[in-house]
C-alpha cells in the first residue's frame, strides 16, 4: 500500500501512524485537509480577541463538547480512577452473568493478545471486565454502555471489533461511527495500535477529504468515521454494503446527538444495517435525549453503567481574600504564591483576556506560567496540558476551556481568580466543585482560595458556602503568619 493511501485505508500493521501518546495529531490532519488556521503558538502564547469579553467564547468559554472529548482522548494517559460498581443490565436476566478479571479469559487470537499486551494492558478496566465477554459472546448481543471518559470504552469496542473480523472476508464487516474527524482518527489510532500483530486485518477511514471512487467495494474489515460520509460511502458511492456489517459500534453517542444532522445521519445508516447486525453504542453520560437515541438504534439491550466517582470538598481548605479591584488581585495571588510551598497552581479566570493579562503579568514578576484559553486548537491546549503535567510549569492559568481536563489531584492550589458564575450571575456550584473538589475519600489534601473584589462576590461565596454546607474562611494575604497558620 503506498503512504498516500494511508489516509483513505490502512493496513492495520503498515500503518505509519505514531503512538496515540503522540500530540503530533495537527500533521496528520494536514495530510487529508491541508494545514490548519493555527492561531498562537504551541506554548500558550496566544492572542488575544480584540473585543473585550474575548469573543463569542470569551466569557465563560463553553466548550464544543467534541473538542472537549478529543482534548480528554489526547491527554489522557491511563486509565480514570473508579471505585464505584459496574451496573449490569441483562436482556435476558436468567442467563449467567459473565465477567473476565484477564484478557486470557477472553480467548483472544494470540495476535491480537499480544498487540493488548503491548499497549501495556495488563487487565480489563471495569467497564471491560463485563462488556467484553458480553460482545464477544455467541450469539451476538446488543449493548449499550455508559461510563465517563477515561474508563476504557474506546479500547473494548476496538478490541471488539478487531476480534469480530474475519479476515477471510475482503469486504467491511465492522463499522464504528465517531462525531468527529479528528475523534474518528484518535479512535483509528488505537484500533491500528492494537493490531499491530494482526497482519491481514485491515481499516478504512471513511472521513471527509477521502474521495473514493464510485462502484469499487471496500476490501478493509474495518471501518471508522464520521456519519455523513460513512452514509455517503454506503448509499451514494456503495464502497461498503450496509447489509455485510455484522457489528455496528455508535461511539460517543451524547456528542454524537449535539448536532441534528449527526443523529439523523446515525439513524439513517442504522436503518440499513440487517437485524442480525450486533449494536454498541457507548456514551460518556447518559441524559435522557441520549437514551431515547440508544433505544432507537439499539434494540434489546444489555446495559452497563458505571457512575462517575462523586466529587467531594472534604479534603479542602477553602479561602476568600477581600480585594479591591483587579490590580489588588493580582498582589494578593502573589503574596499568596510568594508565601507558600505550593507544588503546582492552577488560577481560573472569567474572560481569555483576563487569563492572558493575568498570565504575562505573573510572567514579569518571573512565574513560570502557562496559559490555557478558548482560542487554542485543541491540540495547542493539549500540549499545554502536557506541559503542566509534566511539571515545566508551576503555575497554570486558564479559563473554564480546561477544567474538565486536567486531573486536579495533583495541583495543591487552586485559585479562583474570577468566581465561576452562571448567566444570570449566580453562583455556579458545579463549576466550582469541578474546579477544585477532589475524588474519593482518600484525595490528596489542597486548598482553594477565592478572590472577592465586590459585594456581588462576597455574595456569590455565601451562595457557595450555603450550597455546599462548608465554611469558607477568610484570608488575609498581607499577614504570612495566619497564612502559615491557616493553610497548613
Ligand atoms: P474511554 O473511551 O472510556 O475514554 P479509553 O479506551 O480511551 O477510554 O481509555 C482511557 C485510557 O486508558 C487510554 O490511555 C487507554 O490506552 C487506557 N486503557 C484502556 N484500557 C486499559 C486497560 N485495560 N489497562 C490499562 N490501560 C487501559
Not at 479591584?325 to 481560573?348: H, P, R, V, W
Not at 477544567?403 to 481568580?417: A, H, K, M, P, T
Not at 468566581?419 to 463549576?431: I, K, Q, R, Y
Amino acid at each position: 500500500m503506498s503512504k498516500d493511501s494511508w489516509a483513505v485505508a490502512v493496513d492495520v500493521q503498515e500503518a505509519t501512524t505514531p503512538s496515540i501518546q503522540k500530540l503530533d495529531f495537527s500533521k496528520k490532519v494536514e495530510r487529508v485537509c491541508g494545514p490548519r488556521n493555527i492561531r498562537g503558538d504551541i506554548n500558550g502564547n496566544v492572542v488575544p480577541d480584540k473585543d473585550k469579553d474575548g469573543g463569542p467564547r470569551g466569557d465563560g468559554e463553553s466548550v464544543d463538547q467534541a473538542e472537549q472529548s478529543l482534548l480528554n482522548k489526547l491527554i489522557r494517559r491511563s486509565l480514570v480512577k473508579n471505585r464505584n460498581q459496574v451496573e449490569v443490565l441483562q436482556r435476558d436476566p436468567t442467563s449467567p452473568l459473565f465477567s473476565v478479571k484477564t484478557f486470557e479469559e477472553l480467548r483472544l487470537k494470540p495476535e491480537l493478545l499480544k498487540g493488548v499486551y503491548n499497549m501495556g494492558f495488563n487487565r480489563p478496566s471495569k467497564i471491560q471486565e463485563h462488556a467484553l465477554p458480553m460482545i464477544l459472546a455467541q450469539p451476538p448481543q446488543n449493548l449499550i454502555a455508559q461510563s465517563q471518559s477515561g474508563t476504557g470504552k474506546t479500547a473494548a469496542f476496538s478490541l471488539a471489533m478487531l476480534s469480530h473480523v474475519n479476515t477471510d472476508n475482503k469486504w467491511t464487516q465492522c463499522l464504528c461511527i465517531a462525531p468527529t474527524y479528528e475523534l474518528a482518527l484518535q479512535t483509528g489510532q488505537v484500533i491500528e495500535q492494537m493490531g499491530t500483530f494482526c497482519p491481514d486485518v485491515k481499516l478504512a477511514y471513511a472521513i471527509r477529504g477521502n474521495r473514493m471512487e464510485r462502484g469499487i467495494k471496500l476490501q478493509q474489515q474495518i471501518v471508522i468515521g464520521t456519519p455523513g460520509t460513512v452514509l455517503d460511502w454506503c448509499t451514494k458511492y456503495k464502497l461498503i454494503d450496509p447489509k455485510k456489517i455484522t457489528m455496528f459500534v455508535l461511539d460517543e453517542a451524547d456528542v454524537m446527538i449535539s448536532t441534528q444532522g449527526h443523529r439523523d445521519q446515525s439513524i439513517r445508516i442504522h436503518r440499513q444495517l440487517t437485524k442480525e447486525c450486533q449494536m454498541l453504542l457507548f456514551s460518556a453520560t447518559f441524559e435522557d435525549s441520549v437514551w431515547k437515541f440508544a433505544e432507537q438504534v439499539v434494540p434489546d439491550p444489555n446495559i452497563i453503567k458505571l457512575k462517575r466517582e462523586e466529587e467531594t470538598l472534604d479534603t479542602i481548605k477553602q479561602f476568600y481574600v477581600v480585594c479591591k479591584e483587579e490590580e489588588d488581585k493580582f498582589t494578593s495571588l502573589c503574596n499568596l504564591y510568594g508565601s507558600l510551598t505550593i507544588a503546582q497552581a492552577m488560577i481560573f479566570c472569567r474572560t481569555r483576556v483576563m487569563a492572558s493579562w493575568l498570565a504575562s503579568n505573573l510572567i514579569k514578576e518571573r512565574h513560570q506560567v502557562a496559559l490555557l484559553s478558548g482560542e487554542m486548537t485543541v491540540e495547542q491546549r493539549a500540549a499545554v496540558i502536557e506541559r503542566f503535567k509534566n511539571g515545566q510549569e508551576k503555575v497554570l492559568v486558564t479559563t473554564n476551556v480546561c477544567s474538565r481536563g486536567i486531573d486536579v489531584e495533583q495541583v495543591s492550589l487552586v485559585v479562583n481568580f474570577d468566581l465561576p458564575v452562571d448567566m444570570d450571575g449566580n453562583a455556579d456550584n458545579e463549576t466550582y466543585l469541578h474546579r477544585i473538589g477532589r475524588t474519593g475519600r482518600f484525595g490528596k489534601r489542597g486548598f482553594a482560595v477565592n478572590m472577592v473584589d465586590s459585594k456581588s462576590s462576597m455574595d456569590i461565596i455565601h451562595q457557595i458556602e450555603m450550597h455546599f454546607n462548608r465554611k469558607i474562611i477568610e484570608l488575609d494575604t498581607n499577614n504570612v503568619k495566619e497564612m502559615e497558620r491557616l493553610t497548613i
